[in-house]
């Protein structure tokens, strides 16, 4: 089946550091999201983007949607220590009308 | 809105039993995922549906799991038997369209931890 590859797999940062993540596939997408779960509770929408190239930001969060449709990264600016938890890219595949693909996930761990 | 509702939140029992989740989705949303969460994994589709009908069931990895929506406010999920490597926590997510509405995504319920000893 289509996959997403996400990276890194995991992150241990020092708060008030910046982080950075991705999303890459070998086929176009439609639409990119990206959640994060706290732990002990499901995924919780950040950000969705809709158009190639597009930037949207969220507070500390900016994700973009990668010009050829395959992959999207998304920043946080200044680390703190509730931005632990796991984050998830998700998107439709283009052409298509299905439901979303997940990728597997960055959990990322912030150090006071 | 008090978004998509799992329970119990934590289910420990042992090998061989019959472990029945729950959940109701978000009222008006017509699509239902059922996915399953492990460290070695990730996120896992189990299976989903449309409109109280199962769309695909692919993702179920044995006959010992079977999904059921008898109506749009209430699906399960059932193990039977169970054993050890099902524990996960497993979640619900329901949307409006197969990627909600204005293509915002799912709405995911708290999860079930599901422990099997």
């Known amino acids: 089946g289509q996959q997403l590859n996400q990276s890194p797999q995991s992150m241990f940062i020092q708060e008030g550091e910046d982080v950075s993540m991705n999303c890459t596939s070998s086929s176009i997408f439609n639409t990119w999201l990206w959640y994060k779960q706290d732990p002990g509770e499901g995924p919780v929408l950040l950000i969705a983007?809709?158009?190639?190239?597009e930037l949207t930001s969220n507070g500390r969060l900016t994700a973009q949607f990668g010009i050829t449709r395959k992959d999207s990264f998304l920043n946080i600016s200044a680390s703190i220590p509730s931005d632990v938890g796991i984050y998830f890219c998700?998107?439709?595949?283009?052409?298509?009308?299905?439901?979303?693909?997940f990728g597997k996930g960055t959990k990322l761990s912030v150090k006071p | 809105d008090a978004g998509v509702i799992q329970s119990p939140r934590h289910e420990v029992t042992e090998m061989g039993q019959e472990v029945t989740l729950r959940c109701k989705p978000i009222?008006?949303?017509?699509?239902l995922f059922w996915y399953r969460q492990t460290m070695m994994r990730g996120l896992e589709l189990l299976i989903y549906?449309?409109?109280?009908?199962?769309?695909?069931d692919s993702g179920m990895p044995e006959d010992r799991f079977s999904a059921k929506m008898p109506n749009a406010s209430f699906s399960t999920l059932k193990i039977q038997p169970s054993e050890p490597r099902d524990s996960a926590v497993y979640f619900c997510a329901s949307s409006f369209g197969p990627t909600g509405i204005l293509g915002y995504g799912y709405t995911f319920g708290s999860g079930t931890r599901l422990t099997v000893v």
């Open positions: 998700a998107g439709q595949l283009g052409g298509s009308q299905g439901n979303l693909i």
């Open positions: 983007l809709y158009k190639a190239g």
């Open positions: 549906f449309n409109n109280n009908v199962p769309i695909d």
């Open positions: 009222s008006g949303h017509d699509y």
